[in-house]
């Protein structure tokens, strides 16, 4: 693969079956990428807690997941979307600990931490959309 990305892949998150799916198929694709054993899991860790609130608290959505070059890098990238209820405070959401439901309140900022790039897009009312990547090193 040289210079361009293929075609993106998109998972339905409906079930827990599809949290399971999503985290194989990140896999697979960190495999491809050739990303170390710690990193793979980073990345898959990840998908998981992100996959796990499309699930829970988006009520369900999307995985979009696609292998990626850029200015001489190759990664993969994740897109998880949702048409949920939103995220009402970001800050309060991203901060260490805070949960809205039962969890350890890790979600979205550990998963922050594991990969390279994150982006998140929120409205109430409008769903969540969040873009990760993680590069090869």
């Known amino acids: 693969m ?4 293929r075609t ?3 998972l339905e998150i409906t079930t827990n079956a599809g ?7 990140v896999r697979a694709l960190a495999q491809e990428c050739r990303f170390s ?18 699930l829970v608290h988006g009520r369900g959505g999307t ?6 070059e850029e200015r ?4 993969v990238r994740l897109v998880f979307a949702d ?4 995220i009402p405070d970001v800050d309060q959401a991203m901060t260490d ?6 969890g350890m309140g890790l979600g979205l900022s550990g998963s922050k931490r594991l990969v390279d790039d994150f982006a998140l897009d929120t409205a109430a009312g409008a769903g969540t959309t969040v873009t990760v990547t993680k590069w090869a090193r």
């Open 2 to 5: 040289s210079g361009a990305s």
């Open 8 to 10: 993106p892949e998109v």
């Open 19 to 25: 949290v399971v799916q999503a985290r194989q198929r």
């Open 37 to 54: 054993l710690v990193e793979q899991t980073k990345l898959v860790t990840a998908a998981s807690e992100l996959a796990r609130n499309t």
């Open 63 to 68: 995985m979009t997941a696609s292998v990626v």
């Open 72 to 75: 001489g890098r190759r990664g």
């Open 83 to 86: 048409q949920g209820p939103g």
């Open 97 to 102: 600990g805070w949960t809205s439901g039962g």
